[in-house]
């Protein structure tokens, strides 16, 4: 399975972006799709997840109410929208898949998860 994450850019503040990862190859064996962002010099952090068939979104108390999961149940692709972005949602997203049927979890942690796309920068200015 291999995951693209796309979308990121430069924003202002109060602006919107829409991330999106794509997967290829066995994407449908995937079980879970989760978004994670990371700050220089910090942990890996969990900011939300959906389920493959599109539902049970999880999301971060930082962004809960502010930003959107959603999986369209016949296509390949985690769509998460970014609203009222603030400075502080600066930095690399990443998407994460768990293919393992049998597991069963919160999702929230970075050891959950098999495969790893690459990041997108999002920048929003002040």
């Known amino acids: 399975v291999q995951l693209q994450a796309s979308g990121g850019g430069l924003v202002q503040t109060g602006d919107s972006l829409r991330l999106s990862c794509t997967a290829s190859?066995?994407?449908?064996?995937?079980?879970?799709v989760g978004w994670f962002r990371q700050h220089p010099g910090k942990e890996r952090d969990f900011v939300a997840a959906?389920?493959?068939?599109?539902?049970?979104?999880t999301y971060s108390d930082s962004v809960k109410g502010r930003f959107t999961i959603s999986k369209d149940k016949d296509k390949t692709t985690v769509d998460l929208q970014l609203n009222s972005l603030k400075p502080e949602d600066t930095t690399v997203y990443y998407c994460?898949?768990?293919?393992?049927?049998?597991?069963?979890?919160?999702?929230?942690?970075?050891?959950?998860?098999?495969?790893w796309g690459k990041g997108t920068l999002v920048t929003v200015s002040s």
């Open positions: 994460a898949a768990v293919s393992n049927q049998y597991y069963s979890g919160s999702y929230v942690h970075q050891y959950e998860y098999d495969y």
């Open positions: 190859g066995r994407a449908f064996d995937l079980v879970v």
């Open positions: 959906i389920h493959w068939d599109g539902g049970r979104p």
